[in-house]
Each structure stands twice: as structure tokens, then as C-alpha cells.
């Protein structure tokens, strides 16, 4: 890095209760081991569904489940397919996402591993985590003292940071998740995919463009 000079970074626009961001963990999780020290991460909430009130409904029943079965045949993850037993399940999206900015204002380098653990809570084990209380049991589960935490996820600081995150992905005209791309807010990002893909090829690419320079032909999120 250039003294002076923005660090070219990932930006990953994702949602914990999204079942693509889920497929995508491992991939995600991946690259930025792999480009550790040269694209540090900038993780943004997303709110797939973030204040829905509305339970579910039978279509939108069939619809997830489709998803959900989409993204284990792309991915391989697990799901538990007995959250469809659930009655009345309102799927609202942000207190998962408040839990990971939560995290990441407790512990930024962990804050993808929980986002990616609030997943597999809600995927693969059927745990509810529209509730603060099962949210603090699983940052507990990851070390964290559960009461601090569940101050940290109810607080002011934490839910106004949370609409922050919302707000940056409504601005920079992100539609669907996940989303990751690499660049500088100075400069602009380049798009590395908008949706699930395999790890098949991606960090060669992403070499390449950084041994070209790291152009952009997208515009700054």
C-alpha cells in the first residue's frame, strides 16, 4: 500500500438469513483468508427482509423452500428442512443482521465467522434467530459473554449502525446478496460476483486483476 492511498478492500454485501450468502459462507470465507493482508474485508448487513411483520404464507413457503434446496444442490450445505413445520414464523432479517454489526463493533475480525455462524444456527440446526436471546446464546457458544453482548445487540449505537449498513446497500444500488467486489470507496469497486458461485477459478482471477492494477469498472458502493 502506497502511503496516502486507500487500501484496495472486499466489500461483501450479505444477510445472515439469506440461504445464498449461506451457500457462499465457505467461498467468502476462503478469499479473505487467502487475500489476508492485501483486501481486507468490509462486511455490510444487507436486510434481505429486515422489519418484515407478515408471517409466512404458503407461497412464500413453497418459494424459500425451493431456494433452500437450490443452494444445497449448488453448494452442499445443510439444511434442516423443519423450519417448515414452524407456524406463523415471521422472517424478519434484522435482528440477524444486528447481531453481526453487534459482533463487529465487539470483535471486527470475527464478525464474518458470525455472520456465517448465525447462519448455520438458522439453516442447518433450525435455531430462531429473529430472537435477541437466541442470538446471544450463540455468541456465547463463540466465547463472547452472553450478557455483554445482548447490552451490545440492544443498544442504541448497535441498531442505529445496523440502518447505517442497510442504508450504504440501498445507495450503492445493491439488489440481491450476496454481493462481494473489491476496489476503494475512493476509487470504485469492481464487481468479483452478485450471487453464489464456486471457489472454482476466483482467486486466479482476483490475482490477475490485482497483478493488472486492480482497475475498476464499476461504480463506488
Request: charged share 25%; aromatic share 10%.
Amino acid at each position: 500500500m502506497v502511503a496516502g492511498r486507500p487500501q484496495t478492500h472486499f466489500i461483501y454485501f450479505a444477510d445472515p438469513m439469506c440461504s445464498w450468502c449461506y451457500g457462499f459462507g465457505p467461498v467468502v470465507a476462503e478469499l479473505v483468508a487467502r487475500f489476508a493482508g492485501r483486501l481486507p474485508l468490509r462486511l455490510v448487513m444487507g436486510g434481505l427482509r429486515a422489519g418484515n411483520s407478515e408471517p409466512m404464507r404458503p407461497k412464500d413457503r413453497d418459494y424459500i423452500r425451493d431456494a433452500w434446496r437450490r443452494v444445497h444442490e449448488a453448494s452442499g450445505q445443510p439444511f434442516d428442512m423443519t423450519f417448515f413445520d414452524r407456524e406463523s414464523f415471521v422472517y424478519d432479517t434484522e435482528p440477524a443482521c444486528r447481531a453481526v454489526v453487534a459482533m463487529r463493533r465487539r470483535a471486527p475480525a470475527e464478525a464474518l465467522a458470525f455472520s456465517a455462524r448465525v447462519s448455520e444456527a438458522f439453516y442447518a440446526h433450525n435455531r430462531d434467530v429473529t430472537r435477541d436471546e437466541v442470538l446471544a446464546d450463540i455468541a456465547a457458544e463463540a466465547g463472547h459473554d452472553r450478557a455483554e453482548f445482548l447490552a451490545e445487540l440492544t443498544s442504541p449505537e448497535t441498531r442505529n449502525e445496523t440502518i447505517g449498513d442497510f442504508l450504504t446497500a440501498k445507495q450503492a444500488g445493491v439488489e440481491g446478496f450476496p454481493l462481494l467486489a473489491a476496489g476503494t470507496q475512493e476509487t470504485g469497486y469492481a464487481l468479483i460476483t452478485q450471487g453464489f458461485r464456486p471457489i472454482d477459478g476466483l482467486p486466479e482471477a482476483i490475482e490477475d486483476w490485482l497483478a493488472k492494477g486492480a482497475p475498476v469498472t464499476h461504480g463506488s458502493a
